[in-house]
């Protein structure tokens, strides 16, 4: 009869361990060990590893790339995050918040491939082949090629996929498969580990495309051990409000193209429908009256230029100490701003609360946004307006000068496009650009006085 044991298991790392210890000696994570609890056989099981690779090494130079190294989506934002298209072989994880259209995006992604006269397997391990079909319908996919398979079992899609021999497998989700040789519940560390160990090896040996859906946890992280990251070739990110329609794939790792690359959706009843001009999006919802603390940046995400509105909000506070809050932006980035501001501008910011907002609930990483920040605080704390043709790039140091940016021509020709007549860049990154009026500014100060007017 089998004995019942338990066992620790570190969730960043996946370091095991007979007793819980506070931090993992293996990764340094603190609090990140959980308990499992494991079936132990009397009888000794003998396993085979059915996925043994006997081919001889090749010199580089021999290795042949066959023309379809690389399968398109026919979804061009899909295409541009993954870097060209689906890679032969590859296992891409997709992670998002519940509901925020991971499987809607990967079954009209299976019903495109379809059109490619490609054969997709979609293993549902959570919704019944009816409830996809009702999925289906809704988004009007019909295919001949689209094989359905609900099944938790990973031995008994392992056997459908040997037997079907798919071009692409996308698994939902793989926190909801079990391995029979793991004796944890779905979900455990070990099971998910195990199940992305084996789906790797079928991709690699069959060279079979595989998508795996990941949920996440409370915090925003992939539920699970982190070296489920390491092991895909491909992250994405699934990111949005849920208050509004538009949705945006990021690239978090890909060994095939670029990271932190971004593709906009918008959610409608059919579907995700991709947006072709992200900027109309992001300021589209900006006031025509131009008002004090209100900037429009130009932030690179991945490849992709995006022109976004900051706004600052800064009045006296009540409290004895002053609030910060920010939303879409490094809260630690704005109080060094605000730091530089008192110290090297003179705004006496002590005894204001200060709140910065990014609009459309884009988040803003880059340290190209300082200047824009920075704007939107000073122009909201001293009562003035920033041009609202005029577009702010720019970083920030400690000692009040400005920084040079990366792409600062893509950047311009950016804010050309979308009709903007004035640029407030670093002066380091100064060019002959007939397009705008470039104004470029050394220190904050002069960026100040550089864009700012009375209301």
Not at 72 to 85: C, K, P, W
Request: charged fraction near 25%; hydrophobic fraction near 35%.
């Amino acid at each position: 009869m089998a004995k019942v044991k338990s066992k620790w298991v570190c969730t960043e790392c996946g370091y095991e361990t007979a007793g819980y210890l506070g931090k993992c000696p293996e990764c340094g994570s603190w609090g990140s060990l959980v308990e499992e609890t494991q079936f132990v056989s009397s009888k000794d099981s003998k396993t085979q590893d059915e996925f043994i690779n006997r081919e001889k090494p090749e010199l580089l130079k021999d290795i042949q790339i066959g023309e379809e190294v690389r399968v398109s989506t026919n979804i061009s934002e899909f295409d541009r995050i993954l870097g060209g298209g689906l890679v032969q072989g590859s296992i891409t994880l997709i992670a998002g918040d519940p509901g925020i259209g991971k499987s809607t995006i990967l079954l009209q992604t299976s019903g495109e491939l379809c059109k490619n006269n490609k054969k997709v397997l979609y293993i549902s391990a959570e919704e019944s082949a009816s409830q996809l079909k009702l999925r289906a319908q809704r988004l009007d996919i019909n295919s001949d090629n689209l094989y359905i398979y609900p099944q938790t079992s990973l031995e008994s899609i392992k056997a459908q996929i040997e037997e079907t021999l798919p071009d692409v497998v996308v698994v939902d989700s793989i926190q909801a498969i079990y391995s029979q040789n793991i004796s944890s519940s779905a979900g455990s560390v070990s099971q998910i580990r195990e199940c992305c160990n084996i789906l790797m090896q079928i991709a690699k040996s069959k060279n079979i495309t595989v998508l795996v859906i990941g949920h996440v946890t409370k915090d925003g992280s992939i539920a699970g051990p982190k070296v489920l990251e390491h092991m895909v070739d491909t992250v994405i990110y699934f990111e949005g409000d849920k208050y509004k329609s538009y949705r945006m794939l990021r690239s978090m790792k890909n060994r095939f193209g670029n990271t932190s690359e971004v593709g906009i959706f918008e959610m409608h009843s059919n579907g995700l429908q991709e947006v072709k001009n992200p900027n109309e999006l992001f300021l589209n919802e900006r006031s025509q009256v131009a008002v004090p603390g209100s900037a429009i940046i130009v932030t690179n995400e991945g490849t992709r230029p995006l022109l976004v509105e900051i706004q600052a909000l800064v009045g006296t506070t009540p409290y004895p100490s002053p609030r910060r809050v920010t939303n879409g932006v490094d809260t630690s980035r704005v109080l060094q701003i605000l730091a530089v501001l008192e110290k090297r501008v003179g705004l006496n910011l002590s005894k204001q609360d200060v709140y910065v907002n990014v609009t459309g609930g884009i988040d803003v990483s880059e340290p190209a946004a300082d200047l824009g920040i920075a704007l939107a605080v000073a122009t909201c704390a001293r009562d003035v307006v920033v041009d609202p043709q005029t577009v702010i790039i720019g970083e920030i140091g400690l000692s009040g000068e400005i920084h040079p940016v990366n792409n600062i021509e893509k950047r311009l020709n950016e804010a050309v496009t979308s009709g903007f007549k004035k640029a407030i860049i670093p002066f380091a990154n100064k060019i002959d650009y007939e397009k705008i009026d470039i104004v470029p500014v050394k220190r904050l100060i002069d960026a100040i006085s550089a864009c700012v007017s009375k209301v």
